[in-house]
């Protein structure tokens, strides 16, 4: 089920250029970090669940590339743009091979379930 995005017929044209253009270099940069590794954490400073994710992965051996933005007292609008790209509401946002897979409890899961190795193995 499509999650619900507001049509572009009920924004108004002028500004409509920036909406579309909201957040394109920070999602520009995380694109280009998912299209090269094949694990990606995206977090913040202060927030212990990308932390613990982080310490998942570096418990298995599993390489992953690390993006931190801001902190609870800033550069909150920047991760806003993710989020609003996304549709996922926290951080970490966790990505294997390009797929969002959820935050460190789903991390968690499907570590221990297995399924993570076979994503990861493509």
């Known amino acids: ?3 619900p995005v507001l049509d572009k017929t009920r924004i108004h044209p002028a500004i ?4 579309a253009g909201h957040g394109a270099a920070i999602i520009a940069e ?9 694990v990606v954490v995206v977090g913040m400073a202060m927030n212990p669940f990308p932390r613990r994710a982080r310490r998942l992965l570096q418990a298995r051996g ?3 590339r ?11 609008r920047r991760r806003n743009a ?8 926290t951080f970490p946002m966790v990505f294997v091979r390009g797929q969002l897979i959820g935050g460190a409890a789903d991390l968690a899961r499907l570590l221990e379930s297995g399924e993570f190795d076979r994503l990861a193995a493509g």
Request: hydrophobic content about 40%.
């Open 82 to 89: 993710l989020k609003m790209w996304t549709g996922w509401p």
């Open 62 to 64: 599993i390489p992953h």
């Open 66 to 76: 690390y993006l931190e933005y801001g902190s609870y007292l800033g550069d909150w």
């Open 1 to 3: 089920m499509p999650r």
């Open 30 to 38: 995380v694109e280009a970090a998912i299209a090269a590794d094949t």
């Open 16 to 19: 409509r250029e920036k909406i």
